[in-house]
């Protein structure tokens, strides 16, 4: 440990019972102790107060008065930023790095911080982009990847709604793959400029910087990190929806491993302290980089379930998952999304077979009114892959140093027909029709690897970590009445109304894949 973190580590003790159970003692902090107020005034482009605005140091959590004055009496030690959650009635602000701006940086020289909110009417209708996991780096091309597929995409996207409703977007974490050197080139991939749309970010795991010799604390570690983005802490609200950006990530900055995914007591008193000041009728949604059931955030769901709908959306798993859960008579989703990257940029497809991409979320008067998943280069209605398990016979694959697996569709015989439907959950309905007739009101679902992508990750591409072949829940199979059909079409209907459907059937021929030389 050099001395400069040794001298550090003395002056932090003193300030260890603010922290509550989420990291050791720590170093690196900018101020060196300082705990000087921090006050300020928020005011309307016209010059008129903005009260009840919530400020916040990352620590504590005040409110404007009539005013439009605050007061943070004392602020954090470990404090880099002052700021404010946007509120309904307030334009989203984009500053000179493209990123939304919602926050100043603190000078250990001045007290005073100021804000100016521009007013706009309430968005009662609005789109959210949820942005898994674009983990660049230089050697997987991802930022040039990004930009012209990631990007062009989400572009492209946006512009074929026309004006029907404002988009925004936010990035669930791992924007790089241990690469913090690569943070200026990433806030111009995920520029408004870029996008067409503001981005905001959440913070992952490989947004941590770490060090094996001398293991950097999870506080310092994200220095880089909000040097770039802002603070990792942070809340929005659009029309009726209040939307709840939290750091789930605890790091002991070792390796890239070394961290849990969990909501800290410091994260939690900050979430609590924010979610207080929210009308119960209201809409939460909770963006963080790792999805967390009911038995891992058992409190967060509980306080959820008190306003009028909520959602959790994450990334991290590189595959599309989800889990639906009843608290307290409430129904909360929680959606890991796929991923911008699919697998380190390997190919367009993520490890559960799906094609790699982002979500897209659609509120009406606080409601949930669509939820698609929008495969990058792909039409919104492309939803679903079909296959002929006779098209693809068993193999054996030997992933690291573990004994071979054996990889196939786990479905009876070769009369069955397997479908990847990425996005569905158990309230989606479905319709199976062989030859022109219906025959089947119902798919049957069984979690199982997607053998198509399983085949290409490890046997046309050599890939050789389990990231490649996740056993997903969004795979379904029915027995054909008919072995010798002609025609069999699958329909799926989601349940905001989208009705998706496909015909074609996938095999492994080099024609269904993506072109291997290309990635």
């Not at 000078?107 to 009417?121: G, N, Q, S, V």
């Not at 520029?191 to 941590?208: K, M, R, T, Y």
């Not at 992508?453 to 050599?462: H, Q």
């Amino acid at each position: 440990m050099n001395i400069m973190r040794k001298i550090l580590l003395l002056a932090i003790f003193s300030v260890m019972p603010f922290l509550g159970a989420c990291e050791k003692p720590s170093s690196g902090i900018d101020f060196g102790g300082i705990d000087a107020p921090v006050t300020g005034k928020i005011v309307w482009s016209d010059g008129s107060p903005a009260s009840g605005i919530q400020v916040s140091d990352g620590f504590t959590i005040v409110k404007t008065g009539q005013d439009g004055r605050y007061s943070i009496p004392k602020r954090s030690t470990y404090a880099c930023w002052v700021y404010y959650s946007i509120p309904a009635g307030a334009k989203v602000a984009v500053g000179e790095n493209g990123l939304p701006l919602f926050y100043k940086k603190l000078d250990p020289k001045k007290t005073e911080y100021d804000f100016k909110l521009e007013r706009i009417a309430e968005e009662k209708q609005f789109r959210l982009l949820a942005l898994g996991d674009p983990q660049v780096k230089e050697k997987n091309n991802g930022i040039s990847r990004f930009n012209a597929e990631t990007a062009k995409d989400i572009r492209d996207y946006v512009a074929s709604k026309g004006v029907d409703m404002p988009t925004y977007a936010i990035a669930l974490g791992d924007l790089v793959h241990n690469e913090w050197n690569l943070y200026p080139e990433v806030t111009r991939m995920l520029s408004a400029e870029n996008l067409s749309v503001p981005c905001f970010q959440a913070i992952g795991n490989h947004d941590h910087e770490f060090s094996a010799s001398d293991p950097i604390p999870d506080l310092v570690g994200q220095r880089k990190y909000e040097a770039a983005m802002g603070p990792v802490n942070y809340s929005f609200d659009r029309g009726a929806v209040h939307i709840l950006v939290l750091d789930n990530i605890v790091h002991q900055g070792k390796n890239e491993s070394s961290c849990k995914e969990e909501l800290c007591e410091r994260v939690m008193n900050w979430a609590r302290t924010d979610l207080a000041s929210v009308p119960k009728e209201k809409t939460v949604i909770v963006c963080m980089h790792a999805g967390m059931e009911y038995a891992a955030a058992q409190e967060l769901y509980e306080i959820l379930a008190t306003f009028r709908e909520a959602r959790l959306i994450a990334g991290h798993s590189h595959y599309i998952h989800y889990a639906i859960e009843k608290v307290a008579g409430k129904t909360i989703h929680m959606d890991d999304v796929g991923t911008t990257n699919g697998v380190d940029w390997c190919a367009t497809v993520c490890g559960g077979g799906e094609p790699m991409g982002y979500a897209s979320y659609e509120f009406s008067d606080g409601h949930v009114t669509s939820h698609v998943y929008k495969g990058t280069g792909l039409p919104e209605t492309c939803q679903i892959r079909l296959y002929h398990p006779a098209d693809f016979p068993a193999f054996e694959y030997q992933v690291q140093s573990d004994k071979p697996r054996t990889y196939r569709f786990d479905v009876p015989g070769n009369d069955y027909v397997v479908a990847n439907i990425w996005n569905a959950t158990t309230e989606w309905t479905f319709e199976v029709w062989e030859d022109g007739v219906k025959v089947s009101d119902a798919l049957e679902q069984k979690k199982m690897h997607d053998a198509w992508s399983c085949w290409y990750f490890y046997k046309v591409l050599g890939r050789n970590t389990y990231s490649y072949s996740r056993k997903s829940q969004h795979m379904y199979f029915h027995k054909l009445h008919n072995p010798a059909a002609a025609a069999v079409r699958v329909v799926a209907r989601d349940p905001y109304g989208h009705v998706f459907e496909q015909t074609l059937f996938t095999t492994r021929s080099v024609a269904d894949y993506p072109a291997a030389p290309a990635y």
